[in-house]
């Protein structure tokens, strides 16, 4: 089972970026899909996450310049950024988990490799 990022890299503020979290090895179509990042020197923070049925949640300040979205089909989940900031600079992770409240709460099952946002000023 793998979890696999994809889309970081170096962007301007202002700017925007897609990333996306392909899965191979099992189907995660029922599963709870999240994003999660980590700044240097920062802890682990929860970004977004979105439920089989497309229901999404956000981490505090984020819903409107953040957008998670998932294509079942393609066992992928992606995560747009708009109106990037230099304060979004980090490592970002996706997840899965069956439940919600996992996702949410940090701790998921299954975590992809990560990567790196740089926004510069």
């Known amino acids: 089972v793998q979890l696999q990022a994809s889309g970081g890299g170096l962007v301007q503020a202002g700017g925007s970026a897609r990333l996306s979290c392909a899965a191979s090895?099992?189907?995660?179509?029922?599963?709870?899909r999240g994003w999660f990042r980590q700044a240097p020197g920062k802890e682990r923070e929860f970004v977004a996450s979105?439920?089989?049925?497309?229901?999404?949640y956000y981490g505090d300040s984020l819903r409107g310049r953040f957008t998670v979205s998932r294509d079942n089909d393609k066992n992928t989940v992606y995560l747009q950024m708009n109106n990037l900031r230099p304060e979004d600079t980090a490592v970002y992770y996706c997840?899965?988990?069956?439940?919600?409240?996992?996702?949410?709460?940090?701790?998921?099952?299954?975590w992809g490799q990560g990567t790196l946002v740089t926004v510069s000023s």
């Open positions: 997840a899965a988990d069956t439940s919600l409240h996992v996702v949410v709460t940090g701790t998921p099952a299954y």
């Open positions: 090895g099992r189907t995660f179509s029922d599963y709870v």
């Open positions: 979105i439920t089989r049925s497309g229901s999404t």
